[in-house]
């Protein structure tokens, strides 16, 4: 009799403990759960930024190479050689870090990037030239803030890291690109 009663008090004892040891106040489940929509809210923005920049990158390539047979300027078309270049290589690395992240990019241009390239088609020489040269300014601008943002914001480590490490380069291409427009004018 000793023992069952030593058995079943054990029992109501270690089930207590466990019944009682993982009990949050209401505030405590609140904040974990404010916690956890902030850091879904910033997943949902690493992949914005991601799809974002892929788009305008694509933009940037493909308008590029149009600028072989629709541009004029030398210093025009020499840019674009830059943006074949460094956006194709900036746009695989990308698509393989979305590809470990579960993160789909765009395989097309988005129906307002296609409406840009689309406008650039229909332009020939120094038409051309400015259209080409005031889209690349707009798209650069663009993806400096996004990088900027994502740089410090970003809640993916590697999408922060790359995003920071591509900076320069964009501020280069932008520097270039605003000295072509300037000049132009």
């Known amino acids: 009799m000793k023992k069952s009663v030593a058995c079943i008090l054990l029992c109501t004892a270690t089930a207590c403990f466990f ?5 949050k106040d ?29 788009d305008g990158s694509m933009l940037e ?35 393989d870090m979305a590809a470990k992240k ?17 406008e650039l088609v229909a332009k020939k020489g120094a038409d051309f030239d400015k259209a080409y040269v005031n889209c690349m300014v707009d798209e650069h601008k663009d993806a ?20 920071a490490g591509k900076l320069s380069a964009i501020q280069h291409h932008y520097d270039v690109i605003k000295s072509i427009k300037d000049a132009k004018k």
């Open 61 to 95: 390539v493909e308008a590029s190479k149009l600028a072989h047979t629709n541009a004029s300027a030398d210093n025009v078309k020499e840019y674009a050689n830059m943006m074949i270049t460094d956006h194709s290589a900036a746009n695989t690395e990308l698509k």
């Open 102 to 118: 579960n993160i789909s990019l765009p395989m097309a241009l988005s129906e307002a990037k296609q409406k840009k390239y689309n």
């Open 144 to 163: 400096l803030d996004a990088l900027q943002k994502e740089s410090q914001k970003g809640n993916d480590a590697d999408l922060r890291s790359w995003a």
């Open 19 to 23: 019944s009682c040891g993982d009990n």
């Open 26 to 54: 209401s505030k405590a489940v609140a904040k974990e759960e404010n916690a956890q929509k902030f850091d879904s809210t910033n997943i949902e923005g690493d992949t914005k930024f991601a799809v974002n920049l892929a």
